[in-house]
């Protein structure tokens, strides 16, 4: 299975950013089993990795760590063994815990508030010299998965605190609206809970 770079760019507006040797790597898809969080059917298999410990932060975005102003990055990847493309230009994708849902914020806020600036509501926001590269240029935001093809990327969600919960279906990333490219057909959702340390050792599903 191919494995598709996530290239998404710097957003409208924003000067392109120059790498440096101090960036870190791209975070780049592993094998559908290697992840606890996954969720399978119809020959599509899409895991998730909730980005909440130090050591991942750290190697994934340098010294800028979205959780300090109340975002959740979680790394989520598509893996699309079938013989149609998938749509992605309708998905609708929330975290939920227990009752409460998290809204999804773009890299380009989140790259904001790490640069010191948050816009209110109905304020266009100023111009910054550069982005935050690590967070802006590794969101997800493809429209199409190719048949046969893997695309990975990070979804940054807002107003989550703490860590995640232990609970085994308390902690979930629900993706909704993925259709199929040459029928239209709508999927099933995709519900992807995070599991605990103990629940994972028990757990032999295959992707």
């Known amino acids: 299975?191919?494995?598709?770079?996530?290239?998404?760019?710097?957003?409208?507006?924003?000067?392109?950013?120059?790498?440096?040797?101090?960036?870190?790597?791209?975070?780049?898809?592993?094998?559908?089993?290697?992840?606890?969080?996954?969720?399978?059917?119809?020959?599509?298999?899409?895991?998730?990795?909730?980005?909440?410990?130090?050591?991942?932060?750290?190697?994934?975005?340098?010294?800028?760590?979205?959780?300090?102003?109340?975002?959740?990055?979680?790394?989520?990847?598509?893996?699309?063994?079938?013989?149609?493309?998938?749509?992605?230009?309708?998905?609708?994708?929330?975290?939920?815990?227990?009752?409460?849902?998290?809204?999804?914020?773009?890299?380009?806020?989140?790259?904001?508030?790490?640069?010191?600036?948050?816009a209110p509501n109905g304020i266009k926001p100023p111009k910054f010299k550069s982005p935050v590269s690590s967070i802006v240029d590794q969101e997800f935001l493809l429209k199409m998965v190719p048949p046969g093809e893997t695309a990975g990327g990070f979804l940054y969600f807002d107003r989550f605190s703490g860590p995640l919960s232990l609970e085994q279906d308390d902690t979930r990333v629900v993706l909704n609206k993925i259709q199929w490219a040459a029928s239209g057909r709508e999927l099933l959702f995709f519900e992807i809970v995070f599991l605990d340390s103990s629940i994972r050792k028990k757990d032999t599903r295959k992707p």
């Open 1 to 118: 299975m191919l494995a598709i770079p996530l290239w998404a760019g710097p957003a409208a507006g924003w000067p392109p950013h120059i790498a440096t040797p101090d960036d870190p790597l791209r975070v780049r898809p592993r094998e559908a089993a290697s992840y606890d969080a996954r969720d399978s059917h119809e020959g599509i298999t899409i895991a998730a990795e909730a980005y909440d410990g130090d050591e991942k932060i750290k190697a994934a975005f340098g010294n800028h760590d979205p959780r300090k102003f109340g975002v959740l990055p979680v790394y989520v990847v598509f893996f699309n063994t079938s013989q149609d493309a998938l749509r992605l230009d309708t998905l609708e994708v929330t975290l939920e815990r227990g009752r409460s849902r998290f809204p999804q914020v773009s890299g380009v806020e989140v790259s904001r508030r790490v640069n010191g600036f948050k």
